[in-house]
């Protein structure tokens, strides 16, 4: 299979500091693909460097054969977006123009939004099942609709690749369960390929095909999740012992933490 | 359709204010007697003040829009890269060492282009320029002019301090029409080159990240925009000093009536701000006649209220 974005031998960072040293990696058509590591190991530096908000020091990244850092800004943002943790709330937009400004990659300067970018705007506010709150101010919204408008946002730039970091940070396990279950869903019927930073392990391996473990900037491993998640794996990276045994319904791993105080 | 009527309601209200503004003054004249021949001088004299009201509100009104926008920041506003000391102090040392006054307005934007170049050059870091960098440059140079200003009135006494509180509380009375010609055209360009990005500075509201994800190029179009508020700023402190207050309030207020949509916002503004100033302007030279109190003053006793009342009933609103 071709791969829909091949990253080779990159290093960037901040200031003279690499935080991202040496990573090769393939993003497959298709692929629901999730990053963990501990704090500091370079997921968000990495997706950064994916997407071009920051510069690379050393290697190459290639968007179905073609170097990003060659493409127009807002060509590659046709092809690529980026879903953040939240949304700034310091200007109340409504959750249309929000989900509207999506549309900017594709639109000329001053050019107003058409009628068909209208239409694209309310099929995604109706996929990420957000219709009602369209007229609604942002700061008047819960943080679990205000994931939901950033992905209504990202969806309405009609990308083939989304990546997110940390969608679920703000969620309560109701909230996070629903926005993976709408991933996984876009990603399945819509052929949306995903790659997304997760913190909890048990997420991870319930709806990813692959998994990414990073440590010191570094991949330390990468595969399915049967193959990353085990226990010395873990323990290496995140210096901490836990249990991994099958979760009963998905046959996936299912990691339990164990506290380090038994008495 | 919506933004239609609302620039027509606003613009209606601009000629009502248009018309009150010609009509009232020092001697109220009729509108059809200020068409007579004995009465030109004045209607000159006050049409070339509602222009400058209009130019200035607007110009001032669009630039602190665009600066909120791209720092993210409802308290920037058009004088946030030290232009108004800068042109102050330009302005206090021409009168010590005695240039012409025919000058004063060449002064006057020569500082205030003097302080921009600092302040940006100072906020620079790696070609980026960083937004908490440049509101503490632009707080520092300010500092720095203004107590520079007060050391050379405290030397020179009565004549600087004369001319500082002219350029620090500003007026509309338009000493030489020509002037008012020339910099009407960087204003009306900086206000269109403004609108222009009106979508970018939309994304930009969101963080620079966010926009840079939906595809803008975020330091330039920052680089762009601090560079056209501060030519609208500095050419308009030649015509008129330093008002404060209209670059801060009016956008706030019509943020609060229109949303924060900038290619709403930017034109209805725009409208709004010169009404704003329109009648100010008339209260300025009205309200104790022949005395004129110094507009600043009037944008800043009107604004306040009347910005409050929005902020509560806005609050209450949502």
Redesign the interface.
């Given at each position: 299979m071709k791969a829909l974005l091949k990253v080779e031998n990159l290093y960037g960072g901040y200031y003279k500091e690499d935080v991202v040293r040496g990573v090769s990696l393939n993003v497959n058509p298709g692929d629901f693909l999730v990053a963990i590591g501990p704090n500091g190991s370079g997921k968000t530096t990495l997706l950064?460097l994916l997407?071009?908000?920051l510069p690379l020091r050393k290697g190459e990244i290639f968007y179905k054969d073609r170097n990003i850092g060659q493409m127009n800004?807002?060509?590659?943002?046709?092809c690529v977006?980026?879903a953040?943790q939240d949304?700034?709330a310091?200007?109340?937009?409504?959750v249309m123009?929000?989900v509207l400004?999506?549309r900017?990659?594709h639109?000329k300067?001053?050019q107003?939004e058409t009628r068909r970018d209208i239409e694209i705007a309310y099929e995604k506010l109706a996929l990420t099942d957000i219709l009602a709150l369209k007229d609604k101010?942002i700061?008047?919204l819960s943080a679990g609709e205000r994931q939901r408008v950033v992905i209504a946002q990202?969806l309405a730039?009609e990308p083939e690749l989304l990546f997110l970091d940390e969608p679920t940070a703000h969620l309560d396990i109701g909230h996070q369960v629903q926005i993976l279950d709408l991933l996984k869903k876009l990603n399945r019927e819509n052929n949306l390929t995903i790659v997304m930073i997760l913190h909890d392990l048990n997420l991870a391996s319930a709806y990813s095909n692959r998994i990414v473990l990073l440590d010191q900037g570094m991949i330390l491993k990468e595969g399915r999740p049967e193959e990353v998640l085990t226990y010395q794996n873990i323990e290496k990276v995140y210096k901490t012992i836990v249990l991994v045994n099958d979760n009963p319904v998905t046959g996936k791993p299912n990691i339990v933490l164990v506290p380090g105080d038994k008495s | 359709m919506r933004l239609k009527i609302k620039l027509i309601i606003l613009f209606s209200l601009l000629c009502a204010a248009m018309v009150i503004g010609l009509i009232k003054g020092a001697v109220d004249i009729p509108l059809a007697n200020l068409l007579l021949k004995d009465s030109q001088a004045i209607l000159n004299l006050r049409l070339l003040r509602i222009i400058a009201a209009i130019l200035v509100g607007s110009g001032l009104a669009v630039s602190g829009i665009a600066l909120q926008a791209i720092l993210r920041n409802p308290l920037a506003e058009p004088y946030l890269l030290g232009t108004s000391s800068g042109a102050g102090l330009a302005a206090v040392i021409a009168v010590v060492i005695g240039v012409s006054r025919v000058y004063m307005p060449l002064a006057a934007f020569l500082g205030a282009v003097l302080s921009i170049i600092v302040v940006y050059n100072l906020a620079r870091e790696r070609g980026v320029i960083a937004d908490k960098s440049l509101i503490l440059s632009g707080v520092i140079i300010s500092v720095v002019f203004s107590s520079l200003i007060v050391f050379l009135v405290s030397l020179f006494g009565n004549e600087a301090m004369h001319e500082m509180n002219w350029w620090l509380w500003g007026s509309l009375q338009v000493y030489d029409y020509k002037l008012l010609l020339l910099v009407t055209f960087p204003v009306i360009l900086g206000i269109c080159v403004i609108y222009l990005f009106a979508q970018d500075l939309n994304a930009i509201s969101l963080g620079e990240e966010k926009a840079m994800h939906l595809g803008i190029d975020t330091q330039s179009i920052k680089k762009i925009i601090i560079l056209i508020t501060a030519l609208i700023s500095a050419s308009l402190i030649c015509i008129c000093g330093i008002i404060g207050f209209v670059g801060l309030i009016v956008p706030h207020m019509m943020r609060l009536l229109v949303g924060p949509n900038h290619k709403v916002l930017i034109p209805t503004t725009c409208l709004a701000a010169a009404v704003f100033m329109i009648l100010c302007d008339l209260l300025s030279r009205t309200l104790f006649s022949p005395i004129e109190i110094p507009i600043g003053v009037i944008t800043a006793i009107i604004g306040a209220p009347v910005f409050i009342i929005l902020l509560k009933k806005g609050k209450r609103i949502s």
């Open positions: 950064r997407t071009r908000v800004l807002k060509e590659f943002c046709r977006a980026f953040s949304i700034p310091g200007f109340s937009f409504t123009e929000l400004m999506g900017i990659p639109l300067r001053l107003y101010r700061d008047e990202a730039q | -």
